[in-house]
């Protein structure tokens, strides 16, 4: 049997899935202790924390301009 490396911040799993469309596996975009913070396909941010998760709207304070417009979230492998 092999022997894998504990998850990083990076690889560990959301243990709930988007609270708008339910998408499983939103993406990993910064982590600041036990709080995550994500974005889904759907566009949404998602913060992470011990109690569960929270959809939430932008940055308060931060730059003008749609939401996310700043990266491009990677496609999932084909099957």
Known sequence: MIALPPPTAHSYPMSDPCPTCAWPAPMLVSTHGSVRYLRCVCGQWVVAHPGGSTAI?????????EPGDHFELIPLPES
């Open 57 to 65: 709207n932008g940055r308060p304070g931060g730059p003008a301009g």
